[in-house]
């Protein structure tokens, strides 16, 4: 598993490309689906989860919609048509990002 320090810049753009890749995710599913995808290498904590989804649905870019299954509600999470934007600024940022990464892990930095 990656470190906190390591993941924390990361877990926003991971929920948005993920919940924008389904129509329609609810928390306990992004957590697991991720943990899936990432063999376990990345674990979103709710604790970090629900306020990212709070702030995106704050900001416009996620809608949410509740669904009773049975007596509980869920709350299932959808990007809107101008988080769709944010999804293709954010994901071209990090592909950026890694490429960058590699830049500076993945060559021989020349000492000066």
Do not use: C, W
Not at 74 to 81: F, H, I, Q, S
């Amino acid at each position: 598993m990656y470190s906190k320090e390591l993941t924390k810049g990361t877990l926003q753009p991971i929920i948005l490309k993920l919940i924008n890749s389904r129509d329609k995710m609810y928390g306990y599913e992004i957590t697991q689906e991720v943990k899936k995808l990432t063999s376990g290498k990345i674990d979103i904590s709710e604790g970090a989860l629900y306020p990212i989804l709070h702030k995106l649905e704050a900001k416009g870019v996620l809608d949410t919609e509740k669904v009773f299954i049975g007596k509980r509600v869920r709350k299932y999470y959808k990007v809107t048509r101008e988080g769709k934007q944010m999804v293709t600024d954010v994901t071209k940022e990090i592909n950026d990002f890694i490429d960058t990464l590699q830049i500076i892990f993945n060559s021989e930095i020349q000492k000066l």
